[in-house]
T-cell receptor
Framework: NAGVTQTPKFQVLKTGQSMTLQCAQDMNHEYMSWYRQDPGMGLRLIHYSVGAGITDQGEVPNGYNVSRSTTEDFPLRLLSAAPSQTSVYFC??????????????FGNGTRLTVT | GQQVMQIPQYQHVQEGEDFTTYCNSSTTLSNIQWYKQRPGGHPVFLIQLVKSGEVKKQKRLTFQFGEAKKNSSLHITATQTTDVGTYFCAGPGAGGTSYGKLTFGQGTILTVHP
């Protein structure tokens, strides 16, 4: 199993450009999520999905869109990139069938710079 | 909303010294998870604590969950250079359909000097 695969690893955008960060998992996990990591702020939840066709906002959703058409894929779209979106983005997945929760499996991350 | 606070933000130790990071929540947690992120890497799950007062050990790492289930700690005995990285605690989101989503602490960056 490849686990959680993120592409690209690095990306540089100009302000106003749009792009999609790809995330795929092959573990048949119900739950998928996107986090951004900034120095001193830990990991902040952007959007998450509890199954195909179901998405919801996390702590910092503004400027990002997601969709979940299949169990495997959970792309993150930046609509109009801003310098404040310069960050490292992690996709994660887990079984999470109940409130006790289950471990998150993270992808290797995408380092995004917006100039 | 729920907040998970983690201290210290940085810790520099000499190899062989002990290290502890603390995690405090504004609300009672049903469980708490700990992750380690090596420099340039991604977070990797270490352990989950569920019961009040629970203590779990993994070799030199000792994890504790407070009696009130609002705080937790990770203690490393006799640090090694392989322990370098950022340690995160994470608690589940509150109510509704938010099962599974985690709120992370800010992390503690551990540096070990040989």
């Amino acid at each position: 199993n490849a686990g959680v695969t993120q592409t690209p690893k690095f990306q540089v955008l100009k302000t106003g450009q749009s792009m999609t960060l790809q995330c795929a998992q092959d573990m048949n996990h119900e739950y998928m999520s996107w986090y951004r990591q900034d120095p001193g702020m830990g990991l902040r939840l952007i959007h998450y999905s509890v199954g195909a066709g179901i998405t919801d906002q996390g702590e910092v959703p503004n400027g990002y869109n997601v969709s979940r058409s299949t169990t495997e894929d959970f792309p993150l779209r930046l609509l109009s990139a801003a310098p404040s979106q310069t960050s490292v983005y992690f996709c994660a997945s887990s079984w999470s069938r109940d409130r006790v929760g289950s471990p998150l499996h993270f992808g290797n991350g995408t380092r995004l710079t917006v100039t | 909303g729920q907040q998970v606070m983690q201290i210290p933000q940085y810790q520099h130790v000499q190899e062989g010294e002990d290290f502890t990071t603390y995690c405090n929540s504004s609300t009672t947690l049903s469980n708490i998870q700990w992750y380690k992120q090596r420099p340039g890497g991604h977070p990797v799950f270490l352990i989950q604590l569920v019961k009040s007062g629970e203590v779990k050990k993994q070799k030199r790492l000792t994890f504790q969950f407070g009696e009130a289930k609002k705080n937790s700690s990770l203690h490393i005995t006799a640090t090694q250079t392989t322990d370098v990285g950022t340690y995160f605690c994470a608690g589940p989101g509150a109510g509704g359909t938010s099962y599974g989503k985690l709120t992370f602490g800010q992390g503690t960056i551990l540096t070990v000097h040989p």
